[in-house]
């Protein structure tokens, strides 16, 4: 798959998870994702979570193509094998 074409796709979950892409950067090359930036949904009333974050992981990486995916995200931190907000 293009990176066009994977870029689409990654930014359809996002926004489909009600996820505000104006707050992430969303870079794809060679089939790696990384997404950097806040992670803020654009509904109130659905907080972001860690849970939130790896099951927005497994949907990027069952898409056709996808070799892996980064974050580096403001305010978590993926601390022994979970997301945690960071303790300032």
Known sequence: MANV????AVRT??????LDVGKVR???AGGNVI???RLARSRDDQPVN??????????????????NVRWILEGWEFDRGQWQTKAD
């Not at 979950?13 to 009600?18: E, F």
């Not at 860690?50 to 070799?67: N, P, S, W, Y």
């Open 50 to 67: 860690g849970l939130f974050i790896e099951q927005l992981e497994q949907a990027i990486r069952g898409t056709k193509g996808v070799k």
């Open 35 to 37: 997404i950097r930036g």
């Open 26 to 28: 969303l870079q794809v």
């Open 13 to 18: 979950i996002l926004i489909k998870n009600w």
């Open 5 to 8: 074409d994977l870029t689409k």
